[in-house]
């Protein structure tokens, strides 16, 4: 297992556009976050699964923000119609259930959209 | 509401000086704390965790402090290197959310 991975970890979209990002945990890791973050500032907390369960989503995922884990797996976060203000690094983290909760993070996915 | 703040935001020091990174938290039910290092472009990587009993832990020439009772935090960085060049997050948990409150980074620049 070689960590968080995520894909892809650039994109660049047209405002508008639809995007998707894909992450896959560590593999025995049953909790996975996304967070966002801009230029200079910590990650802004997105959503969270524990499994397949969608537990708990920040009031920054707007309706056009959607996140899934079907299988308790892989997660997908999709943007629907971009905005300029959605240009971000997502990043993804994994965490055992038990324990002191440390996450794991992916490199990220860098969006913009022109 | 769960605040993390840090200073500096931003900090420039002589390869081989130590240097020493704060952070305040307002965060509560305490859980722990940890200081996480991000390189630009990647994801961040934990350096250290805290809990409330614990005062001091150290990794390699990072040392971390915390007083549960003023709700500080330091990360005192001994004989930097280039490789120290990174943002620092301090990162706070409390015992009822499963999220975590992130403070905004001090960016650290080493130079030779």
């Known amino acids: 297992d070689t960590g968080v991975s995520q894909d892809p970890r650039h994109k660049i979209t047209k405002r508008g556009q639809n995007v998707t990002f894909r992450c896959d945990p560590i593999?025995?890791?049953?909790?996975l976050y996304w967070y966002r973050q801009t230029l200079g500032q910590g990650p802004e907390f997105l959503t969270y699964?524990?499994?397949?369960?969608?537990?708990?989503k920040s009031r920054l995922l707007s309706d056009r923000f959607s996140a899934e884990r079907p299988k308790g797996s892989f997660s997908t976060l999709e943007i629907q119609r971009t905005e300029q203000g959605d240009s971000a690094m997502y990043l993804c983290?994994?965490?055992?259930?038990?324990?002191?909760?440390?996450?794991?993070f992916g490199a990220g996915s860098r969006l913009t959209v022109l | 509401k769960n605040q993390v703040e840090q200073s500096p935001q931003s900090l420039i020091i002589l390869e081989g000086k130590n240097c020493t990174l704060q952070?305040?938290?307002?965060?509560?039910?305490?859980?722990?704390l940890r200081w996480y290092k991000q390189d630009t472009g990647r994801g961040p990587v934990s350096l250290t965790i805290?809990?409330?009993?614990?005062n001091t832990k150290s990794n390699g020439r990072y040392t971390a402090t915390l007083d549960a009772d003023t709700k500080q935090s330091s990360l005192h960085i001994t004989a930097s290197q280039l490789s120290d060049s990174a943002s620092y997050i301090c990162?706070?948990?409390?015992?009822?959310?499963?999220?975590?409150?992130f403070g905004s980074g001090t960016r650290l620049q080493v130079q030779p």
């Open positions: 952070c305040n938290y307002t965060v509560s039910p305490f859980s722990n």
């Open positions: 699964f524990q499994n397949e369960a969608q537990l708990e």
């Open positions: 990162v706070v948990s409390d015992t009822g959310r499963r999220a975590l409150t």
């Open positions: 983290a994994s965490s055992l259930a038990s324990g002191a909760n440390v996450l794991t």
């Open positions: 805290m809990t409330f009993s614990e």
């Open positions: 593999s025995e890791h049953n909790r």
